[in-house]
């Protein structure tokens, strides 16, 4: 068996919550940070889903001892920022975004699962309903202001591309537009929890120069969002390879637990489910490392 607190040293978590927010969370940013600190890790991404976090970041990290821990601010393209909107998005990347997720609970994919998902309600509810996001329109082609959205990342080649809660056919045409593009920094959102993709879909996603990013929020059987068991996680890592595969931590939902403890616990199941000590490190430090550019 590995040594996985050695093997998660130098962390790189991508995806990640933390208060304040609408969302119950378990911690704050700053609380985020020195957990952070504390277990070694390289970096974190803090992600909300209503508003943009590079000021709380921004702050956080200013106030953290130099080369303590890198501390990125993130934008989620969702209904509160105006959707897809390339004003938000270019606002954002001037002011330090690190990750851009397209629409996460704004998604029409999303609206249709995240009951059957399990997925947390906010704990103060927003009077005006939202109304679904598409990314194609009726004739399957990307939206004009996708379009923009896409444009603006072509342009800003140090910020990562994420895929959000979107559907695998929306997910495919993003990737393949974004590849045409020439955006290098792409990452597929837990492509088996919300997105449901298929193998294929992963391989050619895969091909097409994307890192497929999976949430260990989702494979401890003891998260309240326990839906995928590790062995299906490895079962994708032996038929695309690890070099392009991401664990996450996702973690931040009230009660859940923290990201360390959390990770560890997927990565002893992934490594009983076959996945080596090598590839393990792949999964949490150099590819995440690789595509924020670290």
Request: hydrophobic residues 45%; glycine residues 8%.
């Amino acid at each position: 068996m590995g040594n996985f607190q050695d093997l998660l040293a130098g962390f790189v978590d991508t995806h990640i919550h933390a208060g304040p927010g609408l969302m119950p969370r378990e911690f704050d940013s700053w609380e985020l940070a020195a957990h952070a600190v504390k277990n070694n890790f390289t970096a974190v991404v803090v992600k909300d889903h209503h508003l943009p976090s590079m000021g709380l970041a921004r702050i956080i990290q200013d106030h953290f001892p130099d080369g303590a821990i890198k501390v990125f601010g993130s934008i989620a393209l969702n209904s509160t920022v105006g959707g897809i909107n390339p004003q938000a998005l270019e606002t954002a990347i001037n002011l330090g975004a690190k990750v851009v997720w397209l629409p996460t609970i704004s998604s029409r994919n999303h609206h249709k699962k995240h009951e059957a998902a399990g997925f947390p309600k906010p704990k103060h509810a927003l009077r005006i309903k939202d109304t679904p996001i598409d990314c194609l329109d009726s004739n399957g082609r990307l939206t004009p202001a996708l379009e923009a959205v896409l444009s603006v990342m072509a342009g800003s080649p140090d910020v990562v591309l994420a895929t959000g809660h979107i559907s695998p056919m929306e997910v495919d045409a993003v990737v393949c537009r974004a590849e045409e593009l020439g955006i290098r920094r792409k990452i597929v959102t837990h492509p088996l929890f919300m997105v449901n993709a298929e193998m294929d879909e992963m391989k050619k996603w895969v091909k097409q120069g994307a890192y497929l990013e999976f949430t260990a929020i989702n494979s401890f059987p003891e998260s309240v969002l326990y839906t995928l068991p590790a062995a299906k996680i490895a079962d994708v890592i032996k038929a695309v390879g690890a070099d392009r595969v991401i664990l996450s931590s996702d973690a931040g939902l009230k009660g859940n637990g923290k990201p360390f403890e959390n990770v560890i616990k997927v990565l002893e199941l992934l490594h009983d489910a076959g996945v080596s000590d090598n590839d393990l490190r792949k999964l949490v430090v150099d590819n995440p490392a690789q595509v924020m550019g670290l």
